[in-house]
Each structure stands twice: as structure tokens, then as C-alpha cells.
């Protein structure tokens, strides 16, 4: 899979901020929408406390690897799907966390055996796609594309 790709992508969905914000629900976070852990250096620093573009890059890669293992761990030989299916996967469980994707069991299904236009059905009838519309119908969009 090409991860400088799926960088860019969520990159310019997500957007980067190169400091400590509070997100839309109050939490502080960082980079590439990143979610300060109390294993990250800058727990409990102050809002508008900066980071390298390095250090968004880190956090990110660090993310991404672990949306990747949640794939791989949902949806077993999904490294046997086509590359566009994979990143589309890797960012929605960028964007939902593992959890809230595996409950989208009847898309789940239709991954399964291939059928990516009734899998982009599937994904458009949920609440992901009514709270991120946009970037939700960008992602099925795309996947109903794959042939």
C-alpha cells in the first residue's frame, strides 16, 4: 500500500496543526489528528504548545500503523483486495477507530465476497456517513468505482 498516498489524503482531510488544540469535543490533540495519550510527550502540555512537522509525521505513521493492524485484524485477508479498497479501509479505521468499524457488519460482508459497489451501499446507510458526509461520500464513491 502506498502510505505517502494515504499521508496525503488524510492529511488533507484531517488537516495538521502543528500544536496542542482541544478537538471539536474538547480532548487536546496534535498533528494529523492525533489524540494525546498519556504516553505522548506532550500530555498535559497547554494549548498552542508547537510541534515539529517531524513530530506530526511520527505521530501519524504511528497511527496509521495501528488503523493498518485494525484492518487487518477486522477484515483477515483484506491485503488480497485491491490497493484503492485498502486505503479506503485504513482511512475509515484512521477515522472511526476500530470499534466504531466493526460494527458496519453488512458492509463488512459485501468486502467479503468483493462486491465493492453494494460495500459503498452499505457504508453510505450508517451514522459515519451522516455526522461526515463529505469525506464519507468520497470514500464510497471511490470504492463503488473499483472494478
Known sequence: MDREKLYEEIKAVEGEVLEVYDDHLGYPTIG????????????????????????????????????????????????????????????????????????????????SQGKWKEAAVEGRDSLWYRQVTNRAERLMTRLENIS
Open 32 to 111: 494529523i489528528g492525533h489524540l494525546v495519550t498519556p504516553e505522548d510527550e506532550e500530555h498535559g502540555k497547554p494549548s498552542g504548545t508547537s510541534i515539529t512537522a517531524e513530530r506530526s509525521r511520527e505521530l501519524f505513521d504511528g497511527d496509521v500503523e495501528c488503523a493498518i493492524k485494525d484492518c487487518e485484524r477486522l477484515y483477515g485477508q483484506w491485503h488480497n483486495w485491491p490497493e484503492e479498497v485498502q486505503l479506503i479501509l485504513v482511512n475509515m479505521a484512521f477515522n472511526l477507530g476500530a470499534t466504531r468499524l466493526a460494527k458496519f457488519k453488512n458492509m463488512q460482508n459485501m468486502l
